[in-house]
């Protein structure tokens, strides 16, 4: 069974930093990708930042040069550092396992908050 757990979020003031960190256990094998997602209130679930198995990195226009998504194979876990945080970022970031292009799974979420 796939579990993850997420953990590092909290309250900042604007201009601070935060790290995320999601370790997957219950995974054989290589991961194909992992990520952070993001849903604010009254808001769609939103992509912050994807990597891949190669470190291949994709991130949204709006935490692009501010976010930085980084992946440890041998402990399955991803992290992202948070730099220069808006209220903007403020949201629920919820961390996404690709295990096999068709197999998904996601954590229960993180809230993170930035006071202005």
């Known amino acids: 069974q796939v579990h993850l757990v997420e953990s590092g979020g909290g309250l900042v003031q604007a201009g601070g930093s935060l790290r995320l960190s999601c370790a997957a256990s219950?995974?054989?094998?290589?991961?194909?990708?992992m990520g952070w997602y993001r849903q604010a209130p009254g808001k769609q679930r939103e992509l912050v930042a994807t990597?891949?198995?190669?470190?291949?990195?994709q991130y949204s226009d709006s935490v692009l040069g501010r976010f930085t998504i980084s992946r440890d194979n041998a402990k399955n876990t991803v992290y992202l550092r948070m730099d220069s945080l808006k209220p903007e970022d403020t949201a629920v970031y919820h961390c996404?396992?690709?295990?096999?292009?068709?197999?998904?799974?996601w954590g229960q979420g993180t809230q993170v908050t930035v006071s202005s």
């Open positions: 219950g995974i054989i094998g290589s991961i194909y990708a």
């Open positions: 990597i891949t198995s190669t470190s291949i990195t």
């Open positions: 996404n396992v690709r295990w096999t292009p068709s197999l998904v799974y």
